[in-house]
């Protein structure tokens, strides 16, 4: 059974810093990872999605990593913002067939004005 | 439509009521998801479906919970006899059948049993 860990689990940063969020999980076998935001009260906003068969992903300030070798995933802020402040989560999908999400518990990032 | 919608946005039930959820995805999307989370948690698959069609089930936590999209576009979440634990965000997610799979989830609903 595929298991997510995301760490940190919290964290608080000034203004401006760049920052990595990291994301492993336990088995290879994936079809796609995506990386989603989500805001108190809110659903998720998907942000980056990475296919099994690419290493990276960028939009904007964010850029997404994959090394399924070592069952990893990075997500890079880079010149943080407070509008930046929100949890991230990692998930991912498996498919044939199983195309249901498994997620991590997520980081919560607070940027301090 | 611009995207996932569900409602109700919120639902407050007794114990042992009975509860449907709903979810409209996004036009043309072949694939519909629905998740539970709980309050810190990630979101926990519950059932999938292609079209019509429900292909896996497993994540459905007890024979309370019934899902159904009868002609492969709008879903309901049926809980019967609520209980304390089913206390959650019920979240629905839709994608294309392409290759890339991206999933685009809704506002959620917040389930509240006293």
């Known amino acids: 059974k595929q298991e997510v860990t995301q760490i940190p689990a919290a964290l608080s940063v000034p203004e401006g810093e760049n920052l990595v969020l990291n994301c492993s999980f336990t088995?290879?076998?994936?079809?796609?990872l995506q990386w989603f935001r989500q805001d108190p009260g809110k659903g998720l906003t998907s942000l980056l999605l990475?296919?099994?068969?690419?290493r990276e992903q960028t939009s904007g300030r964010l850029n997404a990593s994959l090394d399924k070798s070592s069952g990893r995933s990075t997500l890079y802020i880079a010149a943080s913002q407070p509008g930046d402040s929100a949890t991230y989560l990692c998930?991912?999908?498996?498919?044939?067939?199983?195309?249901?999400?498994?997620f991590g518990k997520g980081t919560h990032l607070i940027i301090q004005p | 439509g611009a995207g996932v919608s569900q409602s109700p946005r919120y639902k407050v039930a007794k114990r042992g009521q009975d509860v449907a959820l709903r979810c409209d995805p996004i036009?043309?999307?072949?694939?519909l998801f629905w998740y539970q989370q709980a309050l810190g948690q990630g979101p926990e698959f519950l059932t999938y479906?292609?079209?019509?069609?429900?292909?896996?089930k497993s994540g459905l936590p007890s024979d309370r919970f019934f899902a159904e999209r009868p002609e492969g576009s709008v879903s309901t979440l049926k809980i019967q006899r609520t209980q304390q634990e089913d206390s959650a965000v019920y979240l629905c997610?839709?994608?294309?059948?392409?290759?890339?799979?991206?999933?685009?989830f809704g506002p959620g609903t917040r389930l509240t049993v006293l």
């Open positions: 997610a839709s994608s294309s059948r392409g290759t890339r799979r991206e999933q685009f």
């Open positions: 088995d290879s076998a994936i079809y796609n």
């Open positions: 990475i296919q099994s068969s690419q």
């Open positions: 998930a991912l999908c498996s498919g044939g067939g199983a195309d249901g999400l498994t």
């Open positions: 036009s043309g999307h072949v694939s």
């Open positions: 479906f292609q079209n019509e069609a429900q292909l896996d």
